[in-house]
Every structure is written in C-alpha cells, then in structure tokens.
C-alpha cells in the first residue's frame, strides 16, 4: 500500500535511511537538500518505507501541481530492492496531481512505454581507469583545448568561494536562463553552502593569468559518483580551452576516488556531443510530463 504524506508527516529518519540505502540513492533526494530547492514536496510512500518517491510541487491559485525544482538532476523512485512496480506510484500520482513535470533517473529502469514518460539524457564517463587512460579516451579537440590551457597558464584554485561561482553563472548562463530568478540563486548559494558543510560537494574554479575568473563549477560527491551540479565559463574567456581543463583538472582529482563522473546531463545535441568528446556515455532516464488539467487550465505553466 502506497501512502501520500506531507513533508510534516514525514518519518525523517526512516526516510533519510531508505534514501541512503536504496540502489537509486541520490544526494537530491534527502530531506535537507529538498528542503532548500523545493518550494513544497511531498513523498508516496510504500509499506514502512520500503520505498519513497519524493514529488516537488507548487500551487497556482487552487491547482496544486509538480514541478522539477531548479539544482535537482534526478529523483523519482528509491528503493533497496529492484523489483518495483512503477505502476502503483503512478496511480497515487495522477489522482493527487492533474499536472506533473518531473524526473526519475538513471536507476529507475521502467521498461513500458507510456505516454507521460519522455526519454532524456545524461552523459557519464567511467573514471575507475588511470588517468592516462581517461586522458586517451579525449576526442582531439578535448586534447587540444588542454594545450591551449597549458600554454595560456591557468591556474587552479579548489574550495573557491561559492559566491563568485553563482556570480559567474548568473553573468554568463543566467543570461540565457531569464526564467531564473534571485529566489533560485538565493537556494543554490544556501545549497552550496550546506553541500561544503556537510563534506558532499566542493568549488574548482579556473583563472588566467591576469588573475580572472574565467571557469568554475561545483560538484557533488556522493557514493561511487561525482556530479556537476552547476558550472560557468566567462564568455568573454573562451579561447584558451578554460572549460575543458576545468572538467578534466576535476576528473584528474577524482578518479582515485570514484567510478564514475556524471556531466550533469543534457538532451540538447550540441552539449550531449560536448560531454560525449570527453569519453563519456549516454545514459538514458526517463522524466514523468502529463496535464489532465480541464481544457481551460490546460496552459498552466511551473
């Protein structure tokens, strides 16, 4: 039996340890850090907890409706046991909610095609090699990007301030996210914050040899995989491979460390291809997308 419970009446402790345990497990599901990016959430619970899939939501006028918060790559179903029946989790879905957007992710292997579920894609690359391996695996415009960056001399700087990451961001990127706003950077600067607190994430940034910031990304830690939570280039920096050396200075750092490296994922061409020039594969995941709101709500939007 699947229960909806409301972020109070949420066992945390037992929630927490599924999320821990689960085969799925994913920093951006526990507790604190929706907590931080989630206007609201909810869970669909099975049994005691046996497993969780937490729902994101907002509310606009009186429709209640999910919606994929800002700095979350993946949720979906967390379980310690791989047989799940989706299914019953849809139920409870489509009755709580007539208006869904939200991600699973790469664990959740739903096999059935449906018409709510739309194929995304991550791109990740195995770093359990040595690094000079890894390095082979760079397409040539990859390897070349790195001799421009050691002939421009630029330099590393790890546990940078977060500040001045989401400041590059929001200079560069954000300009072409207008639908960004100084609520969802105010949750990235409290989430970073929290992620360096608690050991799970840290800042590389890159600067030249003028002593400016032209590259800085953060990245998650958590089980055998790395993330990219978020990162910037400044676009007026973009000739000596600034991006390039910042993604494989990191790698170089976790390889020992990890498994796997996960560029945070994109379905666009030109950056999937990106990513895929440094070695990594495509991984695909599902993302739940339905409206069965009335025909005259039907243009509601997150």
């Known amino acids: 039996m699947i229960r909806y419970l409301e972020r109070t009446a949420i066992d945390e402790e037992k929630y927490n340890l599924c999320i821990e345990k689960s085969l799925q497990s994913r920093l951006s599901a526990y507790t604190w850090y929706l907590d931080i990016v989630a206007e609201n959430w909810s869970v669909l619970v099975l049994e005691d907890y046996k497993a969780v899939m937490p729902i994101c939501w907002r509310k606009k006028g009186f429709v209640k409706y999910v919606y994929p918060p800002f700095w979350v790559l993946e949720l979906g179903v967390f379980s310690a046991e791989e047989a799940i029946d989706f299914q019953q989790f849809y139920k409870v879905l489509f ?56 002939k421009a001399e630029l330099q590393v700087k790890w546990n940078d301030d977060p500040k001045k990451l989401i400041q590059l961001f929001k200079n560069n990127v954000g300009q072409r996210t207008p639908f960004l706003v100084e609520k969802d950077y105010s949750n990235l600067l409290q989430l970073l914050t929290i992620c360096i607190e608690k050991k799970v994430g840290e800042v590389l940034s890159i600067y030249n040899s003028d002593n400016d910031l032209v590259a800085s990304g953060f990245f998650l830690k958590h089980k055998n995989t790395v993330t990219i939570l978020v990162s910037s280039t400044d676009f007026n920096f973009r000739k000596n491979g600034e991006n390039t050396f910042l993604i494989h200075t990191a790698i170089q750092k976790y390889h020992n460390q990890y498994q796997f490296f996960n560029f945070g994922g994109s379905s666009m061409e030109s950056i999937a291809n990106y990513f895929l020039s440094f070695g990594a594969k495509t991984k695909e995941y599902q993302q739940i997308k339905y409206n069965n709101l009335p025909s005259l709500l039907k243009k509601i939007k997150g």
């Open 95 to 150: 009755s709580k909610f007539k208006f869904a957007e939200s991600k699973l992710n790469t664990c959740n292997n739903i096999q059935q095609k449906t018409s709510f579920l739309v194929t995304r894609q991550m791109q990740i690359l195995n770093i359990s090699d040595d690094a000079d391996k890894i390095l082979e695996s760079f397409r040539k415009d990859r390897k070349k990007d790195l001799q421009k960056a050691e």
